[in-house]
């Protein structure tokens, strides 16, 4: 069942029905100012940080679903009915509904009683601030008498403070009204230099600024009193809760149509000139006037949706492609990096699942993130991955999460997740790759943000791979730490006491307890730091490296196979998990992706069994499970993922940010089909005819989704903000569709399914358009690469000239 | 306005409209199961701690307000129509309402046509649970076909991680169900041994407990799908969120009513013996059986409720006063000691303010508390002051709260409020007058929780002391430290960073911002420990201290006079606060209060002045402003105070807990009328007539009225848990009514208003009971004593033979 459908032409999603099985949502800004959006314009607005700068309130997991937003009411003032154009708030019979969720931007539009009514939502880049664009137009024989009242609910800033410190806050909320603006400045007499301000383009009949008087005594958004009535009650809000509603009145004649604009947006003042008259508490409005004029004027708004457009175009034209699959084909040219550069953007901080209020920027999020939108914008993963190299510490570990505000590390959650440190090895090895700029190596960096402790960004990575290299348990296997990619395989914590994190908690001193995904990903960050070393020229230094890789190789092999798929780990007794051996959590799908990743056990056949095994015994139609059997009970020796119910999250759902580990796995082993097949039980698109199955957005990729022994086996959770994102973009464009970036250039070498007769690729590289044109002629798995129709030796792709920036590459694969 | 009545014969509170001016609560509990409920059954239930053991989910501040809660619908079957007995959630038009909030109990009852509903809310003493009595009958001349629908919605223990950590949360939803018993196990597979069990005495036609699925898709609480057609889905929630609700249904005949409870409560498992069948992950509910079948049965539901009458009846026989003033009576003799017991049991955890999220019990706020119901419950004082001593530090400071389950100190909010450790000899003192009980003070006590480092109470006492006197500044006054009584006067903060707390950051020294509150305090305290050092016949110790409070005494008046009244303190620059010299914040009352109570400059005449200048520059209609004038602006010196709108909190609203520090003056003083003038101001009994105004409950006090720089002049916030509650109690009882605890035994000096003819109470005190009968003879405050008619020298009535358990007081005044 479809709620909707893909309007590829326009980049959109069109969602057809309000009532959508979750609210599915968009975001809207793609620089500092914020928001999230659902199809029924519910959601919040922030100012870079969900927590600390947050606009307006949300209430999450409210009842009813989602309800707050961004509203606009419309009254017919003969009848005394009223509406939302946006079905929420009061869910009136709409004759049509359409949201289009576009990229940084959406548009819904309904008919009701022959009004039509459309709203574009954009945040326009370069200012801190939305608009809403309201289009409305009579379609009646008759002239109408409408009023229009808006309505959003101001947040006191800090999102935590505001809806737990009642006693506090009930007192604080503070408005300005000038020239019908509305000013949002709760705290601005004391340390904020920030405040709201929310406009609107037609001249008022009234406004308020009290949530209660607009509402009225034990109302909800569905039938706020002065709507209800008609008239606004101009109300101040002095503390309770400040809102903003303006009210219009319009005639409109048959066939006429009207345009009104409101901006909610965002403003800093300097510190010292805040207030005027100086010696007053009057926001200085000086500053903020020409902003609020610039985007009231619909010319302008026109540009800055150009300007939007133009962005996001730029940012897709980089990979674009054209296959025989259209989920493939709108996943990869549109939605995928879509949400690789949401990501990027707001980390794990924002989404219908993430309050907003963790303000970490995790240290293995971010890198894993990096590697798909390096293409994207290279000069920004550049400042990301400095940022992140700071928050190392001098041992090579890292802080699992900073403040982006600060940018210091969280010392509440610290440190020692034993695979962080090499992330940062694969980021840095992914810039370089698509970069070529070496320079990144020799930027001075400092370790746990201390002035005077700056190192080269190369002595960094050395230190990552130290730290793992010095931290080897009894099979000669990495020691996992808190825990490893898996946050919830906790073999050190031991917690019987709820009241604890089980990553924070550590009571066992963690000697022994091993991973052998870490092993896995070593071999991978070491091989690609060999690959640096080459490129520096440093081939003494090698050798080293090459060394501490053998060994790793021959512990996994002698300690991390079970004679038909990789072991998970070893616990704090030395037993294995994921091994044949266990009852429960038999097989994880974790070492078979990265050891087969990191070229583990492929010449010994290893690969291809663990390949069979992952098929056999984790794959389901809804795609690849974590691990197999789930943990039927907790064990306080594996920590949180026994603290799930069977077929959820961790302990046995189909986790779908490891689920490209095993299609990259497949490509390399030259299972085309496996590997797309794999990527399309996963790919949201493909899964849009399940919609009521999936629940989630089908545009856009969700954390997980629920296995085989859960109860609601299929369901999607967590969407948007996940590092599945990342993954498999890479999966797909990397490794199955075979270009990926080099340092000796673009390489291509498809490993695509036998049914597909090819497909075309443009890929922007260094500068260069790499016009691509792939040919199935066989059916095998061998590529021949030709260059400007000239055939070259292997599947790199050596970079053309200087002056040229486009060349046209053709494949036939036999 | 009125929106009720008080029912003075029934100890109840009758509220006539369900849509109050805001949410006016009760309290359901008193050991440790609590929950609080509002007069539309909103609200919520946990174990003993709000923030870590919540069982059911409220969302504050929420649209509409207080929309959530304990709640029933009824539906017609054959007209399809349903409505809630309690208002809330339909809010359906309701032919009577009725609301009667009691002692521990809440019953809410209705007609809607001709169908009557009551249900009556209570917690038995000795379970944890709560019990809903619902009673219905039918006034009409036909059957009536019925369908009854329960419904709560379980929180997932943790308040802040239910309302935060969805992307955890809404996969970890478990329920059971048994016998027509809803059982919530979220974890239990884990790490908790805890369950909650929602029961109902009827055979259930179906129930509910995913709550989508009682809701149906974007409805809220108002039209559930399962109530609108009137057939439950049998649910079972798996993730997402948890609800237990019963569907019962019943046919009754014209005038024939029935009974149906409903038993929402808490139950521990012993760890080892958690599941049943061993092995299966299902409770073993054989342990919570036999609770629940005893509340099923009505017979017991009566006799817990009449234990529980018995239970309050007991403790407010304590104290019983019938003076001229309805309002004096029924606040002393009902809800003032009512709130002291809420105050008690929850400290600030959780109310209408309250978020039930900070788990700390203040150690200010707890000593103060104290004096409220150290008559009604001594020996659960005494326990309350060995916790509160033992997280005192060895420097004689304390932590500023500690945490109720681990009784440790705060680390994060820490110490060094100045004036902390001074309330620990006031309650102490307040202990030994009551009690007599000397041996409280040998008791050993640890400081900071270490164990070896125990010493006597006695010497905790002492630390105290030392610590305000090795803490003096420029002016021989004390030190203020991060904050004195007054939590926003932060002079050594200096934050211009609105991430910060005001409280817990710290740039300058505070060496010099100096306290006069404190140093008053300081002598009180001071005073009350010489009597406790002559009750120890330690008589050449009070040299020392006698000393200290001389000096103290002649710093006050040397540097804390301001000619018209106390200056309130010094700031970082050893610039005066609270003095004509300012051009803002020129008086404070706390000075006012707390130097008079201490005896400060009574001789002189200062006493008399300050008053004066409290009426003149303090007082409104409404109660004494904390301030005046008000902060306009923020001033970074001043911290917390000045970032309050004009009016509100410490920035000059009426703050109702310094109220009583006046009377108190006004009574040593001598003048009656004053004192109980200023009571009468801000009695809640007193302003019910201006309930649109004051809009808290009328039979609670809250912590503030808004002062008249504020827009809402006259209304009252922060209602139930203040310290207000124990000032007001002290103030009216031990020094209007002038009826007090000494070391030498009751001591009785009336200082009432000249009108009024006299009083009579009852008090018992040390196990006798002393009727006191009160006459004036003249208009002036000497009071002449009578004990069994024979009357005595001065005012302390001396203790009478063992065996003898009640005496006759008369008294004079003339």
Redesign the interface.
């Known amino acids: 069942m479809k709620y909707g459908y893909f309007d590829d032409e326009n980049k959109e999603y069109v969602i057809t029905r ?2 959508t ?1 979750l609210p599915w949502i968009n975001y809207l800004g793609c620089e500092s100012y914020f928001g999230i959006i659902s199809n029924t314009a519910g959601g919040y607005s922030f100012y870079k940080d969900a927590r ?1 700068r947050r606009l307006t309130r949300y ?10 937003g961004r509203y606009l009411y419309i009254r017919e003032n003969k009848k005394k009915e009223f509406w939302s154009p946006t079905w ?1 708030p009061t ?1 009136s019979k709409l004759e049509q509904y359409k949201c289009r969720h576009g990229l940084g931007y959406t548009i819904i539009s309904s008919f009701y009683k022959k009004i039509e009514a459309k709203i574009r939502y954009i945040v326009p880049l370069g200012d801190n601030l939305e608009i809403w664009q309201l289009s409305i137009k009579n379609h009646r024989k008759n002239p109408v008498d409408l009023s229009i009242f808006s309505c959003i ?1 101001f947040c006191l ?2 999102a935590i403070d505001d ?6 806050n ?3 909320g ?1 408005i300005e009204i000038e020239d019908g603006v509305i000013y949002h400045k709760t ?1 601005y ?4 230099n920030h405040f709201a301000f929310f406009a609107c383009s037609d001249s008022l009949e009234g406004f308020d600024t009290q ?1 209660e008087n607009f ?1 009225g ?5 569905e039938n706020p009193i002065v709507v209800e009535s008609g008239q606004s009650s101009n109300s ?1 809000a ?2 309770w ?1 400040p809102i903003g509603s303006h009210h219009i009145n319009l005639i409109l004649n048959p066939n006429e149509s009207k345009q009104i604009i409101f901006i909610l947006g965002y403003h800093e003042n300097n ?1 010292d000139n805040r207030f005027d008259p100086i010696g007053t ?1 009057k926001i200085n409005k000086k500053t903020v006037k020409e902003v609020i004029s610039k985007y009231l004027n619909p010319i302008n708004v026109e540009k800055a949706f150009a300007s939007l457009n133009n962005y996001w175009n730029n940012l897709l034209n980089i990979f674009h492609v054209n296959t025989p699959d259209i989920h493939t084909n709108r996943m990869v040219n549109i939605w995928n990096p879509y949400q690789n550069m949401i990501t990027f953007k707001l980390s794990r901080s924002a989404s ?4 907003g ?2 303000r970490g920027i995790g240290f293995r999020d971010s890198n894993q993130d990096m590697l798909g939108f390096m293409h994207l914008v290279p000069i920004e993963a550049k400042k990301r991955i400095l940022d992140l190299a700071a928050t190392q510490l001098i041992t090579g570990g890292a802080y699992h999460q900073y403040q982006p ?1 600060t940018k210091k590390g969280n010392h509440d959650i610290g440190s020692e997740f034993n695979d962080d440190p090499l992330w940062l090895v694969l980021s840095v090895s992914a810039y370089l790759k698509e970069t070529g700029d070496l320079n990144i190596l020799d930027e001075l960096v400092q370790f746990n943000n201390e002035p005077g402790t700056e190192q080269p960004l190369f002595n960094h990575l050395q230190c990552s791979l130290q730290y793992i290299h010095d931290r080897l348990g009894p099979h000669d296997l990495p020691l996992i730490g808190r825990a490893d990619w898996n946050d919830c395989l906790n073999l050190n914590c031991f ?6 994190s089980f990553q924070t908690t550590k009571n066992k001193e963690g000697k022994v307890a091993e991973s052998v995904f870490i092993a896995g990903l070593f071999i991978a960050a070491l091989k690609e730091f060999i690959k640096i070393l080459k490129q520096k020229n440093s081939l003494d230094e090698t050798k080293l490296y090459l060394e501490w890789a053998e060994n790793m190789n021959s512990a996994i092999l002698k300690y991390g196979w079970d004679g038909e798929w990789f072991v998970r780990a070893y616990d704090n007794f030395g037993n294995k998990i994921g091994s044949h051996e266990c009852e429960e959590g038999q097989i994880f799908i974790e070492p078979q992706g990265y050891c087969i990743m990191a070229g583990v056990g492929i010449e010994e056949g290893f690969a291809e069994k663990a390949l069979n095994s992952v098929k056999s015994k984790l794959a389901t139609p809804h795609g690849i499970m974590l691990c197999q059997p789930p943990y ?3 064990y306080i020796h594996l920590g949180e993922i ?4 069977p077929g ?2 961790e302990n046995g759902s189909i986790f779908c940010h490891s689920n490209p580990w095993i299609m990259i796995a497949e490509a390399m082993v030259g299972h085309g089909d496996q590997a797309h097949d794999y990527y399309t039980r996963i790919n949201p698109s493909a899964r849009e005819t399940i919609s009521e199955v999936h629940r989630c957005e089908p545009y856009i990729y969700a ?1 997980m989704i629920a296995g085989k022994d ?3 086996f299929g369901e999607a ?2 969407s948007w903000l996940t590092g599945t994102a990342t993954w498999n973009f890479i999966a797909i464009t990397n490794w199955i569709l075979g270009i990926r970036p080099t340092y000796k250039g673009l390489y291509i070498s498809p490993i695509i399914p036998k049914s597909w007769s090819g497909f075309q690729a443009t890929r922007i590289f260094r500068g260069v358009k790499y016009s691509i044109s792939v040919e199935r002629v066989g059916k095998g798995n061998n590529s021949i690469v030709y260059v400007n129709n000239k055939q070259i030796d292997g599947n790199f792709i050596p970079p053309p000239p200087p002056k040229i920036k486009e060349i046209f590459i053709s494949v036939k694969i036999n």
Chains 1, 2 share one sequence.
């Open positions: 309000p009532d099985p600390l209430r999450y997991n409210n009842v009813p679903t989602d309800f707050g929420q869910r609910e800033w800090n809806s737990t410190n009642f006693q506090r009930f007192n604080t503070e705290e007499r004391e340390r904020r949530r509402l005594s034990y109302r909800g958004w101040y002095f503390g809760s510190i508490q219908f699942f993430e309050s209020i963790s505000l917690s019987d006491n709820p009241d604890q039927s009970q907790y026994s603290s799930y119910p959820y999250k954390q859960a109860s609601t959770k967590n």
